[in-house]
């Protein structure tokens, strides 16, 4: 592929994102310089562009980009925000949050999953990223309180854990709903008294599921 075509993509897919609602500049550079590419394998490296989820290991996905964007834009990322995300998957997320806040946790149950993300980081050289096999249900009790929270798979309710790791005037963003019907994605915000809900929009996300994977 020529210079050119690699550029035509690439406005391509910012186009793409912009239209279905990514709107934010520094969401929109992040998404710009992380190469989606870099974390989808084999046959399916060709489709990284379109905005759809694509198979990764483990039986599990990569989210599409635009619902990426939109999660992230929804965090309202502050740069000295210190994150935890839930599902790595193939790193494509927290890679994208490691260019906007200045630490970012990643937990994931298959250790296969936490360990080549963990190599593309490092070849990246995206050093605030760390990547943890664990069952991300009970959250990271050692580094909470966390500024922010995204869960990329989907639970009933938001995970009590999780709720209670987030600090006071913290946000967490989650898909809930039952893993084989349409899902809505929440954005829950920590006040001095409780936590409020806004119901964003649906989405369709694997399921989150208890225990470290084989
Ligand atoms: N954010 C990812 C996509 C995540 S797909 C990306 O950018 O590519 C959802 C991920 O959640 C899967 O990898 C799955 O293994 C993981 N997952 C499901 N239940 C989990 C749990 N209890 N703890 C940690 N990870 C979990």
Same mark, same amino acid.
């Not at 309202?76 to 000295?80: G, I, K, T």
């Not at 069952?135 to 959250?139: A, E, I, L, S």
């Given at each position: 592929m020529t210079a050119e075509d690699e550029a035509t993509r690439k406005m391509q897919f910012l186009f793409a994102l912009r239209s279905r609602g990514v709107t934010d500049a520094r969401v929109l550079g992040a998404m710009e310089r992380i190469d989606r590419a870099q974390f989808v394998k084999g046959l399916f490296a060709a489709r990284a562009y379109e905005d759809m989820p694509l198979p990764i290991a483990a039986g599990q996905t990569i989210s599409q980009p635009s619902i990426v964007g939109l999660m992230t834009q929804a965090l309202?990322?502050?740069?000295?925000d210190k994150v935890l995300e839930i599902g790595? &998957?193939?790193g494509y997320q927290a890679a994208i949050l490691s260019q906007l806040v200045r630490r970012v946790y990643t937990i994931d149950r298959f250790r296969r999953l936490t360990a080549e993300a963990r190599a593309i980081f490092e070849a990246l050289g995206l050093t605030n990223i760390t990547a943890i096999a664990a069952?991300?249900?009970? &959250?990271l009790p050692e580094q909470a309180p966390f500024d922010r929270i995204l869960v990329t798979a989907a639970a009933e309710d938001p995970p009590g854990p999780l709720l209670a790791q987030l600090r006071i005037g913290g946000i967490m963003v989650l898909p809930v709903g039952q893993s084989d019907a349409v899902q809505s994605l929440i954005r829950v915000t920590r006040t001095e008294t409780g936590y409020d809900y806004d119901e964003l929009r649906p989405v369709r996300f694997v399921p989150l599921v208890e225990g470290l994977g084989d």
């Open positions: 309202r990322l502050e740069p000295r790595t &998957g193939s069952d991300g249900c009970f &959250g």
